[in-house]
Structures are given as structure tokens and as C-alpha cells.
């Protein structure tokens, strides 16, 4: 009976003793949370550079307690969805342009004008500066959170009917918008006919010439072979496209100060993996393009579309006030 009662026991232990890595090993499993990111477009843009770079310094800071699962090409749906998904909880993260942006936090349209930025280092500066700070303050109370400023780059016109060399060749022609009041304005105000369509029908819509036209950053335009569908590429660089690195405050709310902080840094990386890759592929996309059969328009006066949209920036200066404006344009 003794010796039962003790071979019973030492079973017990050992089975116990079994079992005590498979609980280990179950709750550093539960400890590592992967997370959706979603973003518009390829792997292979500046919005998979900057989400893999995202990916790896949040691993790295968090010694792998967070990894994040990409879902590029939006497979979780178009912008404004992903955004409505953060706002739910149903999608942890994304990263988007501005432009579905304004439709929940409309200030950020005013980075959206038509000519405001001078270049790339203007357009860093104000991100990077205080009224890029002020503008990520803004997102909590639209039940969001910012956690850095990307970079989509400067829009240049693609269509395939003829080149833009002047802002009357733009008449009546049909280009692709996104949804964005500030984007639609301008173009209003070149004479062209803008059309906002979702960025995953656009491909079908100028394969199908029911749009003549759209605008986006060269990485873009070759990501996404636009080259395919559209002749003539015109570098107008119109608008600059600011992105943004966007979190859900359902996931942010149950996270420690320092993780918080960590996501913040993983999106400052990110976004310096997007503006690289922005760089790169201004200066080697061109070229690529040309190859790909378009006819490009290099030398584009300016100033005439800026002349062309004098009338428009009255209403600019009336909604977003034109002390706010001439604080970007101030911006060493």
C-alpha cells in the first residue's frame, strides 16, 4: 500500500515536472503579440519599406514581444476603412496617405494645398516641426493615434491622352482624385474634371479609360505599373503627399508608457525607411519609366499653374486661414 501511495506520487511529480516547460513555453507564446499592419499599396513601395522597417524596430525594442504581420495592397481595404478599423479595434495599425485622412481629422487637408511645399526639405521641416507636432495632437479626439508623419512624396500628373506642359493642357481632362476636397479643388481650378475613385478600382478605371488620368509620387507610379495603362508622365510635383503612421488606442491604451514610446520610435524609423526609399525612387524611377515606354515632361513653368490657381487659394486662405499658410511657406 506504501509503496502504491508513493509511486503514485512520484508520477504525479513527474508528470508535474513534464507539464512545467509546456507552461513556459505556452505563456512566452502569450506573450508575444503579432499585430495587423495595413497599408494601400505593394511590398515593394515606400509603404512596404517603411512597414518593414516599423516591423523590425518595434521587434528589436520590445525584444519581440510585438511583431507585426503586413498586410500590403489594401487586403484589409481602402484607406478609409483601415482608418474606421483603428477607430473600432478591429485593425491594430496602419500606415496611409493624408489623403482619406481629412475625412476624420480635416485640418491635415491644409498639407494637402496645391503648391505649399517648396521641396523635400521644407515639406521635412514642417512635419518634423512644431506644427507637425501640433497636427498629431489632433488625432485622440477623432479617436485615433498619430504616431509619426511618412512620406507618400511629391504627385506628378500620368494620363494618357497628351503631355502637360501647360495647366490649359490639363483641360477637360478626366483624373483620378482621392477623396480628398483639397486635391478635387485643385484640379477644379486647373480645368481638368477630377473623379475621386478608391486607389484599388484606379488600376481598372484607366485600364478602362473611363478615368483619362491620375497623380501620384513616381514610387508609386511605378509600383504600381501604372506605366501600363498611362502614355505621358508630367513632373508637376502639384502636391506633396504627406503619410502617417496610425495606431489604434484600443491597442495603445492597455500599453506601458515605455511600449507607447516604443511604438513612437519603430514609426520615426519607418518613416526614415519611407523618406529613403522616396528619395531613391525619385531618382532612379524616372528613368525606369522612360524605359517602360512613357513620355515624360520634365521642364514644367510653375508658376503658370500657380498663377492658374490664384482663384482657388482665396477659398484656401478662407478655410484654413491664410496666417496659418503663410506659417508653412515661413518654414526655413
Known amino acids: ?7 503514485r506520487r512520484a508520477f504525479i511529480a513527474t508528470a508535474a515536472a513534464a507539464s512545467l516547460p509546456l507552461v513556459f513555453t505556452n505563456s512566452a507564446r502569450a506573450a508575444t503579440q503579432e499585430l495587423k499592419l495595413g497599408y494601400p499599396l505593394p511590398q515593394n513601395s515606400q509603404f ?55 475625412n476624420f481629422v480635416p485640418q491635415v487637408t491644409i498639407f494637402d494645398l496645391p503648391f505649399l511645399f517648396r521641396d523635400y526639405a521644407h515639406a521635412h ?9 501640433e497636427m498629431l495632437q489632433r488625432f485622440p479626439a477623432r479617436g485615433l493615434t498619430a504616431l509619426a508623419w511618412g512620406e507618400g512624396g511629391f504627385r506628378h500628373i500620368t ?10 493642357d490639363l483641360r477637360g481632362l478626366k483624373i483620378r482624385t482621392q477623396e480628398n476636397a ?4 485643385a484640379f477644379k481650378g486647373l480645368g481638368a474634371s477630377p473623379t475621386p475613385i478608391n486607389w484599388p478600382e484606379t488600376f481598372m478605371a484607366l485600364q478602362q479609360r473611363t478615368v483619362d488620368g491620375q497623380d501620384n509620387p513616381i514610387s508609386v507610379i511605378e509600383a504600381s505599373k501604372l506605366y501600363e495603362v498611362q502614355k505621358y508622365l508630367s513632373l508637376t ?39 529613403q526609399r522616396v528619395a531613391q ?3 532612379s524611377g524616372v528613368k525606369n519609366l522612360r524605359q517602360h515606354g512613357m513620355e515624360v515632361v520634365e521642364q514644367i513653368d510653375k508658376s503658370l499653374f ?11 486662405n478662407q478655410r484654413f486661414g491664410a496666417d496659418n499658410i503663410e506659417r508653412i511657406r515661413q518654414v526655413k
Open 306 to 316: 500657380v498663377a492658374a490657381l490664384a482663384g482657388s487659394y482665396k477659398d484656401f
Open 281 to 283: 525612387d525619385e531618382r
Open 48 to 102: 512596404g519599406a517603411a512597414a518593414r522597417a516599423f516591423g523590425q524596430e518595434l521587434a528589436r525594442l520590445t525584444d519581440n514581444r510585438f511583431t507585426v504581420k503586413e498586410f500590403p495592397s489594401s487586403t484589409l481595404g481602402g484607406e478609409r476603412e483601415m482608418i474606421e478599423g483603428l477607430q473600432l479595434g478591429s485593425q491594430e495599425l496602419a500606415i496611409v496617405s493624408t489623403g482619406a485622412v481629412g
Open 182 to 185: 483639397m486635391h478635387i479643388a
Open 159 to 168: 494620363n494618357y491622352k497628351r503631355p502637360i506642359v501647360r495647366p490649359e
Open 237 to 275: 510635383q502639384h502636391l506633396y503627399s504627406p503619410a502617417l503612421f496610425l495606431a489604434s488606442p484600443a491597442l495603445l491604451g492597455r500599453l506601458s508608457k515605455a511600449d507607447q514610446e516604443a511604438f513612437r520610435s519603430a514609426a520615426r524609423a519607418g518613416a526614415a525607411a519611407m523618406r
Open 1 to 7: 500500500m506504501h509503496s502504491t501511495t508513493h509511486s
Open 125 to 133: 521641416a514642417v512635419l518634423d516641426g512644431a506644427i507637425g507636432a
